[in-house]
């Protein structure tokens, strides 16, 4: 009697088991190397390869689900694989040029890092609600070591252990989401659940909804959404900045895959009940989450923790692609996270650059007359900040628009209103970096700059990207528009 | 070759990029063996030179070819709902010989550069600029879509900015840049209206899409069109220093000569006149008001060489100049003679770039004087700058038979001539001023050339300093000298029997339609052969006397023009001031602006909007910030605290609601 083995499809997963096979060969090789950054090349050689496998696939037709329908590799995966192998990648190359100056140059790190990034893929290419959560906890214990890497600082380790506390909270609320709908629904499985829902009586809607309500906490917690984002800026600022610069952009990007998958096909089909409740609860999260973000970030004057502020308000801005649930928004979401990606990255390695001991040298003060020693960071920098702030041409502007106009077209019309205005808002904060760079005489504090070519590349690749998805926005646009989510 | 075309605005975007960011760095490696200008300026040359061979080689896939038109699309730009705009560029005749002149007078210009800017720090950012400026200017010719236009058309605006104020430490540098910059934005508000008005009538930007329904429709888009084209001229008028918007170009001397030559000759002005011609179908569509534009051209021609009767700076008199030959080009394109004008707009470009050249030539070794009045004689010391400025102004002139611009100008009045809707009264008028301005051009041209290199040194001092200058400078005003006799015989009279190449063949496919509405409306009386060696002869006659009178007046005897000067007396002063026209703006629109803007500064702005509306908000939300931060204290039971609540909030909104 033969036991009929079932078909995995390691194919469908290749980006996810390359990144976990390079972490393994950082690890390997950390053995055998005195001198650890040929470990981080190796690292980003890696996550080219990873690239290169979602690239092949993407050419290949059709959609291919993997180990029993608990994950896919549609277009929506592919387009986040993407965002993950330029945030990692990035990520790599700022750790480059930045471990080295604070003694952290280390196989751990490069190994952590690629742990946490499979993670972040295995989250956007699950379709199972246990698949998503054991991405989701790869990913964030990834980042909780990451967070507390470096040993000799306090504010490292009080970061470390503050995210982790408050990270535990978030998962016991998510299992137990999980649990809740396991228990109204039947299934664990995305369109399992959407099934199991539909049959769900009339007036016996409350415990699914409740178990939804805490997906959408567990997630937020990793968006960073408000009023579940206070480990953010403690997290951010203490954390070391290389580190900062990969979870702000990889962390989010991960939790709004599995949350916009699970909001979409299982809560999200045709007549359901649960979509205005969900709608309307994430655009209540976006609102708070967009203006507590800016305001607060306009009281910094630490730059880190003002970007670590800002990064709350963008995960506003994605949020209001996410509340009108129609395919334009989904991808203008999509592509908002990508432009993110790249100027957010930016400009934390600009941060990495400038920064000497804990927290001296991320001061805006020490920012001023940057440009009068180094023109070409400070215009880096500028590039990066008025991107972020949504100035025309750059990425970030696109990105605005586009999440705006789906808002608009979609009867979010209030919505719309209040993100236009929490931009402008934000305006403030951000050029008020250009104006101490380029308008305030030299601080005396300023010290030496070592920009070594690790750095270099990553500060380029970033700037060309915001610069490219501002100049060929549509491109990247038909790129997530046909990331197949909506069939 | 066609499909790389983009690579005739990378090139020179290229040599933007290395000189904005290598350029002083490479100065400084190179400084031991060769001087900035020529580190900076090799490379600002050869970016364009490449972009030039490019250009010349669609030049010659294209020609032989009929009806050559390619829409080359590199990638969709911006894709709002309904609302597209690609990146791409249309080839075809009308845009290939922009493309000639533009980078082929441009390289000549950018290699003049290297020679003329030798004494100049500030190198690296002017080829910089310079550049820039070619680059945009391709993009103002090459894009297909009237967004792509107008994107070229805003940054040969900004570039023409930075240039002329390139020597911003300069009081009249500096506003002249912004003079010149704040005149055409008031034509590029009428500009992007009717840009505006276009998308919102036809829902599309391309031009081809544009002409097609325009050709497709019978009458219903009349009054449409007459606006569209109004708004459009509007932006012309302004970056065609035409009346009353011509103000700008006279101070624009304030730039390094290099600058003049590129804004007068190659780019920048002619652009007005290239939309026109591109939008060649929709002005035949608007008779009424081409009428208004040719008058306008005509006044315009007229009155700027008034001006340069009496102007002594001769860099001033070259600008007068290059406003009154824009105002022949759209005399031209406003009688529907659309290729006559691209053609005048092509001989225009060579012996313009000469003139301002060899006049810089004049400058370089004179140690920056450039006041005829203390000029003279320079024959002799500056041969190859004596006869090149020689050959241009025997072109601007129109010296018959064997210069360019005899016979471009010629066709252009003899269209004129020919204009007979609404009436045939109106062509008469329009020919007869163009006539007279072409005897004051004669006049004028050949004024300059005897103050400066005939007669006696005037200033002794400047005259023993004088020097020919390097090879680096007259090579291209040798190459400039021989398109400015050369090109004329591109587009002969071909109601004589002779060949037009530029009009009936070259430009031909692309006047085509427009040809068809104006032939349909009985627009041209078609004078016979014997009238057009009239006409031929009257032009020619014209400029010889010009020129006669002026060697008349300024070297057999002298005397005349001190004497008619005095005896006009106030009229003279008048014109001698530029009819005081900069003074009647200042008095009736900037005065009375400033006096608006003061108003509205101090009383309305410093007071009520910046401290109780934006201080206000801005500290209200300032406030908010800092109470915000307040909460996050940092200890984790206060933030788990908080979290709980939002959790109970959440649950009760799914429970009770």
Known sequence: ??????????????????????????????????????????????????????????????????????????????????????????????ALGYLGKKGLQGGEYYAMLLLATSGMMIMAAGTDLMIIFLGLELMSISLYVLAAINRYSRASLEAGIKYFLLGAFASAFFLYGIALIYGASGSTNLNGIGEGLKAVPKGYEALPLFGLGLLIIGFSFKIAAVPFHWWTPDVYHGAPTSVTAFMSVGAKAAGFAALIRVLTVSFGFDGSMFADNWHVAVATLAVLTMTLGNLTALAQNDVKRMLAYSSIAHAGYVLVGVVTGTEQGISAALFYLMAYAFMNIGAFAVISVLEQQDAIGTNLEEYAGLAGHHRVLAMLMAIFMLSLMGFPMLGGFW??????????????????????????????????????????????????INLNSAMQVALGLAAFGTILLGVMPARIMDLAASSGLFG | ?????????????????????????????????????????????????????????????????????????????????????????????????????????????????????????????????????????????????????????????????????????????????????????????????????????????????????????????ASVINWVTILLFVGAIGKSAQIPLYVWLPDAMEGPTPVSALIHAATMVTAGVYMIARNNVLFAMAPNVSLVIAFVGAITAFFAATMALVAFDLKRVLAYSTISQLGYMILAVGVGAYAAGIFHLFTHAFFKALLFMAAGSVMHAMKGVIDMRRLGGLKDK?????????????????????????????????????????????????????????????????????????????????????????????????????FSIGAGFLGLPSKLGLPNWIEDGWLYSVMAESHEILEHAHHFAHIGFGLEIALLSISAVVALVGIFGAWHVYIRYPQIAVDTARYAGRFYQLVLDKYRVDELYDTWIIEPGKGLADILAKIVDMNFIDKTLVDGSANSVRGLGHIMAILQTGYIRNYVMVIFVGIVVMGVYFFLL
């Open chain 2, 1 to 221: 070759m066609v499909e790389y075309v983009w690579l005739t605005i990378a090139f020179p975007l290229i040599g933007v990029l290395i000189n904005l960011f290598f350029g002083r760095l490479l100065e400084d490696a190179f400084s031991k063996w060769f001087k900035r200008s020529e580190v900076t300026g090799f490379i600002g040359s050869v970016t364009v030179v490449l972009s030039f061979l490019v250009s010349f080689a669609i030049f010659l896939q294209a020609l032989g070819i009929e009806h050559f038109s390619h829409q080359v699309k590199l990638w969709d730009w911006i894709t709002i709902g309904d609302f597209h705009v690609a990146i791409s560029f249309l080839v075809d005749p009308l845009s290939i010989i922009m493309l000639l002149v533009v980078t082929g007078v441009g390289s000549l210009i950018h290699i003049y550069a290297v020679g003329y800017m030798d004494h100049d720090e500030g190198s690296a950012r002017f080829f910089t600029y310079l550049n820039l400026f070619v680059a945009s200017m391709l993009v103002l010719v090459l894009s297909d879509n009237y967004a792509g236009l107008y994107v070229g058309w805003e940054l040969v605006g900004v570039c023409s900015y930075l240039l002329i104020g390139f020597w911003f430490f300069k009081p009249s540098a500096a506003d002249a840049g912004k003079k010149a910059f704040i005149v055409n934005r008031i034509g590029d508000f009428g500009f992007a209206l009717g840009i505006f008005l276009i998308w919102s009538t036809f829902g599309t930007l391309d031009y081809m899409e544009v002409f097609h329904e325009v050709g497709a429709s019978h009458g219903e888009f």
């Open chain 1, 399 to 448: 990105g605005k628009v586009y999440v705006f106009l789906a808002a608009i077209e979609a009867g979010w019309i209030v919505l719309a209103i209040i993100a236009v205005l929490n931009s402008g808002i934000a305006a403030y904060y951000y050029l008020r970096v250009i104006v101490h760079m380029y308008m305030s005489p030299v601080s005396d504090q300023s010290h030496a």
């Open chain 1, 1 to 94: 009697m033969g036991i009929e083995l079932p078909s995995l499809n390691f194919g469908a997963l290749l980006p996810v088991i390359i990144v976990i096979l390079t972490s393994v060969m950082v690890l390997i090789f950390d053995l055998a190397l005195s001198d650890k950054r040929p470990l981080g090349w190796i690292s980003f050689v890696g996550l080219m390869f990873a690239g290169g496998a979602g690239w092949i696939q993407q050419s290949m037709e059709g959609f291919d689900p993997a180990f029993q329908n608990m994950a896919i590799t549609d277009g929506y995966t592919h387009f986040f694989n993407l965002i993950f192998v330029v945030g990692a990648g990035l990520s790599v190359l700022v």
């Open chain 2, 382 to 482: 500056m041969p190859e700058t004596y006869w090149t400025f020689l050959i241009g102004a025997a072109a601007l002139s129109g010296f018959p038979l064997i210069t360019a611009g005899f016979w471009s100008k010629d066709n252009i009045l003899v269209k004129a001539f020919e204009l007979q809707q609404p009436n045939q009264a109106f062509g008469i008028i329009l020919y007869t001023i163009g006539i007279i301005t072409a005897l004051l051009t004669a006049f004028y041209t050949f004024r300059a050339v005897f103050m400066t290199f005939h007669g006696e040194p005037r200033d002794k001092n400047l005259y023993d300093h004088a020097h020919e200058n390097r090879r680096v400078m007259t090579l291209p005003l040798w190459i400039l000298a021989i």
